[in-house]
């Protein structure tokens, strides 16, 4: 079962709102930390505050980030705001847990200032529940993310990690890394936790040989 009780696609709203945000992913029981400050998103955190504290996360279809009513891609991940405090200058920092990822059906005209769209998780419907991603090799998965984290100088509690469940490592790799918009795009639509590894796996690979000169890349 997944967080907040929620069990299967029936369990969840068909109807609900979207913030598209380019390079932002958002992976079941992963957490996103945002900071709201448009009045069409105040507006959106406010209506979803009073009803179910669901949120959908979307990135803008590729080439269409700087359009103003952007095109959407066609998989987001529907969060549910946990943590929510209001700052002095009137921004809303909020953190979003995510739930299950969607299939976006049909963008629905609405009165709101914010974006909504009716959408289907059928196909996501083994999200409601951890994998152990068991068939994972995890010393080659935590070689390259160490790899890649050295070159580009990040501190990581590498005990911490080693500690974690094979999913948590990969999904919190998949929205922290600061792969282009494409690349997060391509691992939020993998399937299954072995797919979502092995792309990972292999943007980390091609990142750490494209900045290291002796090491060729594959």
């Not at 959908?56 to 405090?85: K, W, Y």
């Not at 709101?112 to 059928?122: D, F, I, M």
């Not at 790799?173 to 399937?191: G, N, R, V, W, Y």
Request: proline letters at 7%.
């Amino acid at each position: 079962m997944s967080a907040f009780g929620y069990r299967k696609p029936g369990d969840l709203p068909q109807a609900i709102p979207l913030f598209p945000l380019t390079s932002a992913i958002l992976m079941p029981r992963g957490v996103l930390a945002l900071n709201i400050f448009e009045p069409r998103y105040l507006n959106m955190i406010d209506d979803a505050l009073g009803g179910e504290r669901l949120i959908g996360m979307v990135q803008p279809a590729m080439g269409d980030e700087g359009e103003p009513v952007p095109q959407l891609c066609d998989v987001g991940t529907l969060g549910r705001i946990t943590s929510f405090n209001e700052t002095e200058d009137g921004r809303y920092l909020v953190t979003l847990t995510g739930v299950c990822r969607f299939d976006v059906e049909q963008e629905l005209e609405v009165d709101s200032p914010y974006r909504q769209a009716l959408v289907s998780y059928e196909a996501f419907a083994d999200d409601f529940a951890q994998s152990p991603g068991r068939s994972i090799d995890r010393g080659a998965l935590l070689a390259s993310l160490k790899t890649y984290a050295a070159l580009h100088g990040f501190q990581v509690d590498w005990n911490a990690v080693e500690q974690a469940p094979t999913e948590t490592i990969i999904n919190v790799a998949a929205q922290i890394c600061p792969f282009d918009a494409a690349s997060k795009q391509a691992l939020l639509e993998t399937i299954t936790l072995e797919e979502r590894a092995r792309a990972l796996v292999t943007l980390l690979e091609w990142d750490s040989a494209s900045n290291d000169p002796d090491r060729p890349i594959q």
